[in-house]
């Protein structure tokens, strides 16, 4: 006898993905909280574990959202190797391992917070030759993905 009602899709474009809108305030909400620990809040290992693990998800599924907007640009343009700038930069990081402590959740949080910034970018680009200002990050995230100044 058979009682899963789920169904495996086989989706390896990531088409249905694609056309699955991001849960983006629950998120946006969690790393602005994440953002504001001053060292002083303590959570149990495995708490600082879930968050990181959260973050981790969710900023792989904006990279694929970035991913799928850079793509749709021209080769060359401005936005387009930002893009692959910034998804470089989240690859590594995401490979790395995660540490149950603030700052692993904190730089996951930026992570997220970067991804969402060039997601936003590359919405808003109403054209692929007009490339964006670039801005800086404040407090907890600086620089690119949240690595400090950057010269």
Do not use: F, K
């Amino acid at each position: 006898m058979h009682t899963s009602s789920h169904t495996v899709l086989y989706d390896p474009t990531g088409l249905i993905e694609a056309d699955l809108p991001l849960d983006r305030e629950p998120y946006e909400s969690l790393v602005e909280a994440v953002l504001a620990w001053t060292g002083e809040d303590t959570l149990a290992v495995r708490d600082y574990e879930q968050i990181a693990l959260q973050l981790t998800g969710h900023a792989r599924a904006v990279a694929s959202d970035v991913r799928r907007r850079a793509d749709q640009l021209p080769e060359n343009s401005g936005p387009r190797v930002l893009a692959d700038v910034v998804l470089r930069e989240a690859e590594g990081r995401l490979s790395a391992t995660i540490e149950g402590t603030v700052q692993c959740v904190q730089n996951r949080a930026c992570l997220v917070r970067a991804l969402y910034e060039r997601l936003g970018r590359l919405e808003a680009e109403p054209a692929p030759e007009r490339v964006a200002p670039e801005g800086g990050w404040t407090g907890v995230c600086r620089g690119a993905l949240g690595r400090g100044p950057q010269v």
